[in-house]
């Protein structure tokens, strides 16, 4: 069966700082691997998607993704924050043998001006 | 072009009542999920439909149903409402079953009572 941790529940850093959001996955097979953001009150959006091609993957607004095979992780970054970063980000594996979406528990970003 | 849309966007029931929630899929999609996201949680997977038929489903009871319509939109039922459905009712659409990118709605909120 498949899973996702996301190692921080919260995440607070400063206006044009780096950003990190942390990921580990499990899967039994080859994963396909999504970040998907969340702001208040709207869907569900992706940045971005890992499907067994580069393993540094590139998405929209800045983000990026980097799928470490023998750490079984896939951490999201991003070289400078934006207010418009704020919301909350979802980690999100898949594989052929489990139905659905797996999604993590959500980490929450806070941005300080 | 729509993405995808989903009716209504707030629901109040009471226990034990039924209830209906509708999905429109983004145009060119064949393939509807629906996800279930309870507060301060990340989505759980219910059912995903494809040519009318349900092809996955997630580990939700038998009260929860649903239907796909030949112009691929789809309805969610949940029968016998408990106080722990209350949640956000998530559409998604893609390309197929296998088309691993998913395009989510803005979502449902259903409020049990």
């Known amino acids: 069966a498949q899973s996702v941790t996301q190692l921080d529940s919260h995440v607070s850093v400063s206006e044009g700082t780096p950003v990190l959001l942390r990921c580990n996955y499990s899967s039994s097979y080859s994963p396909s691997l999504f970040w998907y953001v969340q702001h208040p009150n709207k869907g569900l959006q992706l940045l971005l998607k890992y499907t067994s091609a580069a393993t540094l993957v590139k998405g929209i607004n800045g983000f990026e993704a980097e799928f470490k095979k023998s750490e079984t992780s896939f951490h999201l970054t991003k070289p400078s924050a934006h207010m418009s970063d704020a919301a909350e980000y979802f980690c999100?594996?898949?594989?052929?043998?489990?139905?659905?979406?797996?999604f993590g528990k959500g980490t929450h970003l806070i941005i300080q001006p | 072009d729509a993405g995808v849309t989903q009716s209504p966007t707030h629901l109040i029931k009471t226990r034990g009542q039924q209830v209906t929630l509708r999905c429109s899929p983004k145009s060119g999609h064949d393939t509807v999920s629906w996800y279930q996201q309870a507060l301060g949680q990340g989505p759980q997977f219910i059912f995903q439909?494809?040519?009318?038929?349900?092809?996955q489903r997630g580990n939700f009871p038998d009260r929860f149903s649903g239907h796909q319509f030949p112009n691929y939109s789809s309805e969610l039922n949940v029968n016998a409402l408990l106080l722990g459905d209350s949640a956000l009712y998530l559409c998604?659409?893609?390309?197929?079953?296998?088309?691993?990118?998913?395009?989510f709605g803005p979502g449902t909120r259903l409020t049990v009572t």
């Open positions: 998604a659409s893609s390309y197929s079953p296998a088309g691993y990118e998913q395009y």
């Open positions: 999100v594996v898949s594989d052929f043998e489990s139905p659905g979406l797996t």
């Open positions: 439909y494809y040519e009318e038929e349900e092809r």
